[in-house]
C-alpha cells in the first residue's frame, strides 16, 4: 500500500494560506496526492506577543493537528514567517520543511535548524529584516534567496512584474525541492 503524502500549511500572523506563497506551494503539494491540512491561528495577537508566546502557541497548535495526521510517512511542514516557529516540531520529530521568510532572529528557531536532520528549504529576501542570508547559507538545508524582495516577497519600488518573475522563481524552488528531498519521483 502506498504511503500517504501529508502537509501543514502553517501561515503567517497576517498572511493566510490563500496568500500566494502558500496557495501556489499547496497546489503543487495537491498536485503530487498530498493531503493538505490548512491551519488558522487561534490568538494569532497573542501568538505574535513576544518569541516565547510565538513558539509555545505555534509549536501547541501544530503539534494538535501533528498528532491527527502522523502515520508511517512524516508530514512535510510548509510554514510563513509565525508559522515558522514550529521549526523547533521539525527539529524534534524529524520532519521536511519550507520554511518561507524565515524568522532567523529568533535564536530558538536557528537552533532548531541548526539541528533539524530531515532536509529543509529557507526562502527569503535580502529586503526582508527577519532575512540573514549570511546566516541562511550557513545552515544545512537549501536556501532560495530573491534579491530585493521584502517579508512579503515584494520588490517594492520596481515594476510588479519583477515580484511576479520572483514568485516563479521561488514557486521552482519549492517543486524542485519537493520533487527532490522530499519525496523524490522514481522512473
Not at 518561507?100 to 527569503?124: C, D, E, K, N
Not at 519583477?162 to 520533487?179: P, Y
Request: net charge negative; hydrophobic share 45%; aromatic share 6%.
Amino acid at each position: 500500500m502506498p504511503r500517504r503524502r501529508q502537509a501543514l500549511l502553517l501561515p503567517g500572523r497576517n498572511y493566510s494560506v490563500q496568500g500566494p506563497l502558500l496557495m501556489y506551494t499547496h497546489v503543487a503539494l495537491q498536485s503530487r496526492g498530498a493531503h493538505t491540512y490548512p491551519l488558522v491561528w487561534r490568538g494569532v495577537d497573542r501568538l505574535a506577543a513576544d518569541e516565547q508566546a510565538m513558539i509555545d502557541g505555534v509549536c501547541e497548535q501544530t503539534e494538535v493537528v501533528l498528532d491527527r495526521v502522523h502515520n508511517d510517512d512524516p508530514p512535510l511542514l510548509v510554514g510563513k514567517s509565525l508559522g515558522t516557529a514550529a521549526a523547533i516540531l521539525a527539529a524534534h520529530h524529524g520532519l521536511p520543511a519550507i520554511w518561507f521568510t524565515p524568522f532567523l532572529q529568533h535564536y530558538p528557531i536557528v537552533q532548531a535548524l541548526r539541528r533539524s536532520t530531515a532536509p529543509y528549504l529557507l526562502v527569503g529576501g535580502t529586503a526582508d529584516p527577519a532575512w540573514n542570508t549570511a546566516l541562511a547559507r550557513e545552515l544545512p538545508g537549501e536556501v532560495c534567496e530573491v534579491h530585493g524582495a521584502d517579508h512579503g516577497m515584494f520588490i517594492r519600488g520596481r515594476p510588479l512584474v519583477e515580484s511576479a518573475h520572483a514568485m516563479a522563481d521561488v514557486i521552482e524552488a519549492v517543486e524542485a525541492f519537493i520533487d527532490t528531498a522530499v519525496w523524490p519521483r522514481t522512473g
